[in-house]
């Protein structure tokens, strides 16, 4: 059964930074593409970031571009999420999603993945 399990989640500052780090079992992980999405309180889900399975291909929302970067490694089955100058809206559950589909030239973060982790909470004090 495929799991993936978010971690790195917390409190800090505005302004500052986080890295948040997801690890993948039971799936061939360079055969997917991986994404990162959150979700506010009273708001819905929001694709942020995602690569391809090489990696070679990367996505931003505007909400983040400049600020996060999106990397895996996949001698480690783990997807990173570097996030900096973190604002007060960036409060959120981010979660991890993997995806066969896509092809290595190409992803965007859809609410179909396939496969998702439980999340872990991020918290931008002002």
């Known amino acids: 059964q495929v799991q993936l399990v978010e971690s790195g989640g917390g409190v800090v500052q505005a302004g500052g930074s986080l890295r948040l780090s997801c690890t993948a079992s039971d799936l061939t992980f360079d055969d997917y593409a991986m994404a990162w999405f959150r979700q506010a309180p009273g708001k819905g889900r929001e694709g942020i970031s995602c690569?391809?399975?090489?990696?070679?291909?990367?996505f931003y929302a505007d909400s983040v571009k400049g600020r996060f970067t999106i990397s895996r490694d996949n001698a480690r089955n783990t997807l990173y999420l570097q996030m900096g100058s973190l604002k007060p809206d960036d409060t959120a559950m981010y979660y991890c999603a993997a995806d066969p589909r896509y092809s290595d030239s190409w992803c965007r973060p859809s609410a179909d993945f396939g496969y998702w982790g439980q999340g872990t909470q991020v918290t931008v004090s002002s």
């Open positions: 690569i391809s399975w090489s990696g070679g291909y990367t």
